[in-house]
């Protein structure tokens, strides 16, 4: 596609770079998407002599054209940025001033979550999980999934720029630590256990090794046991999990012998719980196996797939033990 690219940009950057009426701002989303995807396609040689003014448009873009929270050319400004970002790798490190503020923005943006006088207008954004004994909410709702987009892209910039994400470590550590237990949403939560790993390891690079990334490492992990002993979904246990393994497997032995025994006691404690849930499940399916309508099948299926979550948050328990017998064995 390389031959055609050139056309593309000057039939598309004319388009892109106008304000446009709200019933055309996704027509210029699909353009944005269709430039960028294209730049992906090509490689990075034939990108790069056209990068600059691109750049140029779609910063036009973020920082004047922008309306409210619905409108659909911010989805797809964010996502040519994480596009762009994974094709350029290091050498998207020179737009990162003009973008982070607004990602730190989108990130600790706080969602409203009041509702009117009746309270039914807020109904429509929570969804409901039970599970054995307990019941998960969850807000589902155009600024928490902005949100979660912004804490996203972050991680992608910091995976791919690795040491060159020096200038953002502090603020992104501040930010993703006062998430990690944010109660509204749990794909959130699992996203900032997910991502502060990957912070970690690029710490490690910025630090000039394990003692300069010690300090960050020591927080994280104290974060992540704070947040799993308050958890209360399957799914965001098995990330947070997870987020401990995987932090362990950056920094190798860096745990005291009172954190290990911490650490080991919430583990036994998520089994033991997990287990309980799924005699929940077992017990609820053998007392109804005989029902046959509609309702009884759902809920059996419904418990089946619970203790196969149960199950996958087991299995993370277990390779965060191994972890543990790797790095901590005089313990």
Same mark, same amino acid.
């Given at each position: 596609?390389?031959?055609y690219?050139?056309?593309?940009?000057?039939?598309?950057?004319?388009?892109?770079s106008?304000?446009?009426?709200?019933? $055309?701002r996704?027509? %210029?989303?699909?353009?944005?998407?269709?430039?960028?995807?294209?730049?992906?396609?090509?490689?990075? +040689?034939?990108?790069?002599?056209?990068?600059?003014?691109?750049?140029?448009?779609?910063?036009?873009?973020q920082?004047?054209?922008?309306?409210?929270? /619905?409108?659909?050319?911010?989805?797809y400004?964010?996502s040519?940025?994480?596009?762009l970002?994974?094709?350029?790798? %290091? *050498?998207?490190?020179?737009?990162?001033?003009? =973008?982070?503020?607004?990602? $730190?923005?989108?990130?600790?943006?706080?969602?409203?979550?009041g509702?009117g006088?009746?309270?039914?207008?807020?109904?429509?954004?929570?969804?409901?999980?039970?599970?054995?004994?307990?019941?998960?909410?969850?807000?589902?709702?155009?600024?928490?999934?902005?949100?979660?987009?912004g804490i996203q892209?972050?991680?992608?910039?910091?995976d791919?720029?690795?040491?060159?994400?020096?200038?953002?470590?502090?603020?992104?550590s *501040?930010?993703?630590?006062?998430?990690?237990?944010?109660?509204?949403?749990?794909?959130?939560?699992?996203?900032?256990a997910?991502?502060?790993?990957?912070?970690?390891?690029?710490?490690?690079?910025?630090?000039?090794?394990?003692e300069?990334?010690?300090?960050?490492?020591? %927080?994280?992990?104290?974060?992540?046991?704070?947040?799993?002993?308050?958890?209360?979904?399957?799914?965001?246990?098995?990330?947070?999990?997870?987020?401990?393994?995987r932090?362990? /497997?950056?920094?190798?032995?860096?745990?005291?012998?009172?954190?290990?025994?911490?650490?080991?006691?919430?583990?036994?404690?998520? =089994?033991?719980?997990?287990?309980?849930?799924?005699?929940?499940?077992?017990?609820?399916?053998?007392e109804?196996?005989?029902? /046959?309508?509609?309702?009884?099948?759902?809920?059996?299926?419904?418990?089946? *797939?619970?203790? +196969?979550?149960e199950?996958?948050l087991?299995?993370t328990?277990? *390779?965060? $033990?191994?972890?543990?017998?790797?790095?901590?064995?005089?313990?």
């Open positions: 596609f390389s031959p690219f050139e056309t593309c940009v000057n039939q598309l950057l004319p388009v892109i106008q304000e446009v009426p709200k019933e $055309f996704k027509f %210029k989303g699909q353009a944005i998407e269709g430039l960028t995807i294209a730049g992906v396609c090509i490689g990075i +040689e034939n990108f790069r002599p056209f990068a600059e003014q691109i750049f140029k448009v779609l910063l036009l873009v920082k004047e054209h922008l309306g409210d929270l /619905d409108d659909p050319q911010r989805r400004i964010l040519a940025w994480q596009r970002a994974m094709l350029m790798e %290091k *050498e998207f490190a020179s737009i990162m001033p003009e =973008i982070m503020p607004e990602l $730190f923005n989108m990130a600790s943006l706080t969602p409203s979550t509702s006088e009746s309270g039914e207008d807020i109904l429509k954004y929570l969804s409901e999980t039970e599970t054995g004994e307990k019941t998960t909410l969850s807000i589902e709702s155009g600024e928490i999934e902005e949100k979660n987009i892209m972050i991680a992608v910039f910091i791919e720029l690795k040491e060159l994400y020096a200038p953002y470590v502090e603020k992104t *501040e930010l993703f630590l006062s998430l990690l237990t944010f109660r509204y949403n749990t794909s959130i939560r699992s996203s900032i997910d991502s502060l790993p990957t912070m970690l390891s690029a710490i490690k690079e910025c630090e000039q090794g394990i300069g990334a010690l300090p960050f490492a020591q %927080k994280y992990i104290e974060a992540l046991f704070s947040a799993l002993k308050g958890e209360d979904d399957t799914t965001v246990m098995q990330h947070q999990v997870s987020g401990v393994k932090c362990i /497997d950056v920094m190798g032995e860096f745990l005291n012998e009172e954190q290990v025994n911490q650490m080991c006691n919430i583990f036994f404690d998520c =089994i033991s719980k997990s287990d309980h849930r799924k005699d929940i499940n077992y017990k609820y399916n053998e109804n196996e005989q029902g /046959d309508d509609e309702v009884d099948k759902q809920n059996r299926m419904f418990m089946e *797939e619970e203790n +196969e979550i199950d996958d087991q299995l328990l277990s *390779e965060a $033990f191994g972890a543990l017998f790797k790095t901590c064995l005089l313990y």
